[in-house]
């Protein structure tokens, strides 16, 4: 367990990590991108942790590194906590599917003070893509498709080139989207890795050179990440002697909005916010809500092709981004128009 | 019993979209007027030669003088009732002083297209000089469709309910402007202010089951969703406020009382009942007829208060 090691700060876990690997001495690291409510801190995300139930631990080794536990119900988690830009990635080689589901309660517990970070499939296929500029070859192993009826993981029985069109072509086909691809990233300055990485602030390194994973993908993912919350914030409604101003985000979609694609989105909205139709779609749905947790006010519209959400008086990033998520889920195709692309 | 309730809610909801339809409806024509150059006052009191003022929902000036008027029907009842109300409204609005002069605007009755057949059962029987006007909203939710069946003075008026259909965007309509007219259903308000509370709350204490609210900042808050060209009929009034807050504190989402100007937000409340404009709908219809809170008592229109908006009010008085 990389717990069990004794690591002085991030430079010396990241040096570890560079040797490590490439002898197989630890299996796969994976990196959750954390990112922090503005005017919070990761203080403040620990103790809103604790109070909802989480137990975590945060042990401090080193200027710029720190050992976190969690502990949700019987379930634990334990892995290392390192400072980007205000914002946090958390490295574990835990194992996936308990990691997941620790760190989901986690983040439950602390939004929105502290986040997952989100970079939208489409923004994820042209991050790869940039990789082809620094390496000769970036490999797609492995990816796996979520439509609005199940997920696929999808196997290349050869690994085959990253081509983002063509990747965007076949989620198409199948009505969905990327929710995470596995590839490999061969013959660069820094040496050959395996990775996978996820819509959802999650990345995992398979194998090869940490370094390089972690300055070509890390750093670039984190960055535009960044870039998507940061562009969700300040667009609330301001009211001025000049008027009102709105700021809608709008997802554009191939196909018209089924109707049975309006419940679903329905369905999801009134189950996880405080939320009510208000108009009930002839053919146009309107749904206001509200988070329940932060206070953010939303009215949605769907009609025809376009989906539309108009943040109101309060609107948070952390809100925003986990809004568009759900939307996303909902109707896997659409392409939300993010007015500050990263 | 179940199937009375369950008629009553649904009344009660098809109530709480059609005053939203008539907060668009209002929205779109006011704009749509503006733009081509007509003077337009909505909901403005003006003064009648009798004394006293109307306040019709449309004034339209054509050069200075007060030309044509516009009553706009969300709905209509049954055809007897009908022939009744559109008698009396044209009756009502026959000469207003304008500018010292008294002047007959000719007056219009915009109706939804979908109660065209109630028009054609009384068409006859209704006076002669009443301008008929449907509209629809309902076909597509981003247009307004109108068929003008008579004549008006204004020329630019004339011009922009002939224009079909006419465009608009729902999202910066229905975003904007959330009330206009006065009578806001008690069940729209309740759903309106409860929607909005979560937005006061600190994100650091968010998972603390109550919270408060002052009653003074709600209204200061919901006061934003109201068209500025709404000048002395700022429509939502404090006693409104009031009823949303009693209900809530009736099915104890809050603990509120009138007078008080602290609200105490029960945040579980409602956390697992879907929809809660169907489940307030629901709970609205269930509570039955509606009596005067204790303590309160309506106020003849001679001894009208102004409220916090600074409105006239004629409702039941509380002890704020």
Redesign the interface.
Known sequence: MLVAQEFRNRDHLFAYLSEAFPQGEIPSVHCFVFLV?RG?TID?AMK?AR??GVRTTMTRKGSDLYELSIRVRTGFQAGFLFPMEENWVFLSDGETSKLNSTIGAFLRSTF??LVRAYLPSGLVLAMIDRLRRKYDSVLVTEGTITTQDQTSRIWKEGAVEFSAHDMDRVARRDGGKWTSISFRCVGGAHGAFSCRVYERGHLTLYSGNFTAFFGDVLLPYFADALAVHESLRGKE?R?SDQ??T?N?LTVQLQKDISSWEMELL?ERI??EY???????G???L?I??????????Y?L?A?GKRL?V?P???A?PESFSALLALISDVLPTGLPELTEKP | MASAAKTDRTSVLRD??IY?DTVTFFYVLFETLSKAGVVVEIEQDIPVPAGGHRTPDFAVIDSGRLADVLDHKGSLPEAARTLIELTKMRARYRTFQHNGQNVSPQVTVLYPASKQAIIEDVRTQLPNDLTLCSFDQ?????EIKFRLQGPVKAQGLAQVLGTNPIEYR???V????KFIKAEAPVVYTA??V????????D??T??QRDYTVERDVLLS?LG?FYP?WIRNNLQLSSSRVNKALEFLSTIKFIDWAPGRNDIIVH?EK??RS?????YLAERWAKAGPRRPPKGTASIPEDQAVLDDFGIRSTGPRTNR
Not at chain 1, 274 to 279: F, S
Not at chain 1, 288 to 297: A, E, M, P, Y
Not at chain 2, 174 to 177: A, F, I
């Open positions: 409510e919070s403040d809103a109070e909802r929105p003070i409604r009211d008027g009102v709105l809608p329905r009134v189950s405080i939320a009510a139709v208000t108009h009930p002839n053919p146009m309107m206001q809500l509200s988070d329940r947790t932060d206070g953010s006010v009215d519209y009609y539309e108009v109101l008086q309060k948070s | 709480c979209h939203q309902m076909t597509r939710d981003t729902p999202s910066y229905r975003s904007t402007y759903f309106s409860w929607w909005l509370f979560p937005s006061f709350r994100t650091k968010a998972y808050r934003k500025p945040s409602g956390s879907g929809d809660l404009l169907e």
